[in-house]
């Protein structure tokens, strides 16, 4: 009996303000054979630094945050925080 833990990226999601959430399963499987899995979601907002994450999902944030998308989602941010919200 042989136990392997695997962690893939399962669902990339792009919001309307830019944001990328997704979703890391990790799956247990006995002789190929899956007996348990887990899930683990991350939000990135634009500009946000990409170091350290998996590569599908840097190339679609990449893809995503154009110049225009970071200077939006900065500009929401800065008149939320004028706002207090």
């Not at 009996?1 to 303000?17: F, G, K, P, R």
């Not at 599908?56 to 154009?66: I, R």
Request: aromatic share 4%; hydrophobic share 45%; glycine share 6%.
């Amino acid at each position: 009996m042989s136990l392997i833990e695997t962690t893939v990226v399962d669902q990339i999601t792009v919001v309307e303000n830019g944001t990328v959430q997704y979703r890391e399963a990790t799956r247990v499987l006995r002789d190929g054979a899956q007996i348990a899995q887990t899930y683990h979601r991350t939000s990135l907002t634009p500009g946000q630094d990409l170091t350290g994450q998996p590569a599908n999902v840097v190339a679609v944030a990449q893809a995503a945050w154009t110049p225009e998308v970071i200077a939006a989602y900065k500009a929401a941010m800065e008149a939320a925080t004028l706002k207090g919200v």
